[in-house]
C-alpha cells in the first residue's frame, strides 16, 4: 500500500492527471470563494476600524429587537438567530442534495433543492422585512437642541446616548455614529444579494436536474459547485453575524 | 482523454448512511455553537459587568464563530477531504487576515486617540459602558 502511494505521488505532477484530484470548475469554484472571502473580509475589516476609531457604538442588542407580529416587545436577537437557523438548515439541505447527487439519486438531488431554494427565499423574506424595520421605524433623536423623528438609513443614525430631557417623556437620544447604517446596509446587502444569486444558481440547478441534464452527463458535479458556493454564502453570514450582531 | 474520465470521477467521501450521521452530527454541533454565542450576547446585555468580562466574552464568542467556519468548510464544503496542497492554496493566503485584521484595529483605535488627545472640538463623548444596562424598554 506504501509503495503504491509512493509511485502514485512521484507520478503526480507528471502529467495524465489532475494533480488537486479535483475537476477543473470546482477547482476554480474554491479560488473565486477565497478571493470572494477576501471582499468580505476587508470589507468587515473596514467596519471594525471604523467602528474602533468611534468613541460610541450602538449596542446590537438595542437596536437589533423586533420580531414580527410581536409589536414592541424587545426581543433582542430574537429575529436574527431564526435567520441564522434558516441558513445553516438550507446549508445542511444542500449537503444532502449533493450526497443525492453523488448517488445519482435523480429524485433526491430535486427534493433536497426545492428545500435549499426554499430556505434561501425565507432568508431573503427575513431581510427584506429587517431592513424595512430599521429604515421605517422611527426613533426620537435630539438634533440641534430639536427633536425629531429618524429611522436608521444610510445618512441617518438615531442609536446614539440617551439623554434624558426635563419635561420630555420617553426615550431619547443623540444620533450615533453615521457609519453604522452605512456599514450595516453595505455589509448585509452584500451578503444578501449573494444569496439572491445564490437562490437563482440553484433553481438553475433544480431546473436542470429536473429536466435530466445531469442524468444524461453521468455525474451531477454541477451541483456540487452551486453547493459549495451556497455553503459560502452561510459561512459569510456566520461573520456578517458576529461583528454586526453578538459583539 | 483517460487522464479525464479518472479526473472527474474520482469521489471522496464517505460512504451512504455514515455521511448523513455526519451532516446530522455536524447541524447539532452549529446549532448548539449559534445557541450559546446568543446566550453570551444577550448576557452582555441582560447583566452590567466590567469592560474586561465583557472584552473577554466577546473573545469567545469570535473563537466559536472560527470553530462554526471550520464545520461548514470541513464538513459541508468537503475540503478537508481534498488533496493537501489543494487545501494549503485555498488556507494559507487566508493567513494575510492575521496582519490585515490586527493592523486595522489598530489604526483604527490609535485614531481614535488622536482625535480624543488633539481635537478638542465639541463631540458626542461616550456614557458608553453603564448604559447598556438596565432600562430601556
Known amino acids: 500500500m506504501a509503495t503504491a502511494q509512493a509511485q502514485v505521488d512521484s507520478k503526480w505532477w507528471s502529467g495524465g492527471k489532475s494533480p488537486f484530484n479535483v475537476e477543473y470548475g470546482k477547482l476554480m469554484m474554491w479560488y473565486f470563494l477565497m478571493s470572494d472571502a477576501f471582499t468580505f473580509g476587508a470589507f468587515l475589516i473596514s467596519y471594525g476600524t471604523i467602528r474602533f476609531s468611534q468613541n460610541y457604538w450602538p449596542d446590537p442588542n438595542e437596536v437589533f429587537n423586533a420580531l414580527p407580529f410581536t409589536g414592541h416587545a424587545n426581543l433582542p436577537l430574537a429575529f436574527v438567530s431564526l435567520m441564522t437557523f434558516v441558513l445553516i438548515v438550507s446549508s445542511v439541505t444542500m449537503v444532502l442534495a449533493v450526497h443525492a447527487g453523488h448517488h445519482n439519486d435523480k429524485k433526491g438531488v430535486i427534493k ?6 426554499i ?14 424595520h430599521l429604515i421605517t421605524g422611527d426613533h426620537a433623536v435630539l438634533i440641534n437642541g430639536e427633536i425629531k ?7 441617518m443614525n438615531p442609536w446614539g446616548p440617551h439623554v434624558t430631557i426635563p419635561g420630555q417623556e420617553g426615550h431619547i437620544s443623540t444620533p450615533g455614529p453615521v457609519a453604522f447604517g452605512g456599514y ?3 455589509i448585509t446587502g452584500f451578503h444578501g444579494f449573494h444569496v ?10 433544480l431546473i436542470m436536474a429536473w429536466n435530466g441534464t445531469f442524468e444524461r452527463k453521468g455525474h451531477y458535479l454541477m451541483i456540487e459547485k452551486a453547493g459549495l458556493y451556497w455553503h459560502f ?9 458576529l461583528c454586526f450582531y453578538l459583539i | 482523454m483517460e487522464h479525464f474520465i479518472t479526473e472527474v470521477s474520482f469521489h471522496h467521501e464517505p460512504e451512504g448512511k455514515e455521511f448523513v450521521k455526519k451532516v446530522i452530527r455536524t447541524t447539532i454541533i452549529l446549532s448548539v455553537i449559534t445557541i450559546i454565542e446568543l446566550l453570551l450576547g444577550l448576557s452582555m446585555y441582560a447583566f452590567p ?9 466577546k473573545g469567545v464568542i469570535v473563537i466559536l464563530s472560527l470553530a462554526k467556519a471550520f464545520y461548514i468548510v470541513g464538513v459541508f464544503m468537503h475540503l478537508g477531504d481534498e488533496v493537501k496542497n489543494l487545501i494549503m492554496t ?23 486617540n488622536l482625535r480624543n488627545t488633539y481635537n478638542k472640538a465639541p463631540t458626542v463623548t461616550a456614557p458608553a459602558e453603564s448604559h447598556s444596562s438596565g432600562e430601556h424598554h
Do not use: R
Not at chain 1, 433536497?112 to 431554494?117: A, L, Q, S
Not at chain 1, 430556505?119 to 424595512?132: D, K, M, P, R
Not at chain 1, 423623528?149 to 445618512?155: L, Q
Open chain 1, 184 to 186: 450595516f446596509f453595505g
Open chain 1, 149 to 155: 423623528h429618524i429611522g436608521t438609513t444610510v445618512t
Open chain 2, 49 to 57: 459587568m466590567a469592560a474586561l468580562l465583557k472584552l473577554f466574552l
Open chain 1, 196 to 205: 439572491l444569486s445564490g437562490v437563482v444558481i440553484n433553481i438553475v440547478m
Open chain 1, 119 to 132: 430556505g434561501g427565499i425565507a432568508f431573503l423574506g427575513c431581510q427584506a422585512w429587517e431592513w424595512t
Open chain 1, 112 to 117: 433536497w433543492m426545492i428545500w435549499t431554494v
Open chain 2, 90 to 112: 485555498i488556507v494559507l493566503p487566508l493567513l494575510i487576515f492575521v496582519w490585515f485584521i490586527g493592523a486595522f484595529l489598530y489604526e483604527g483605535s490609535s485614531w481614535k
Open chain 1, 233 to 241: 454564502v452561510d459561512l459569510v453570514w456566520v461573520f456578517v453575524f
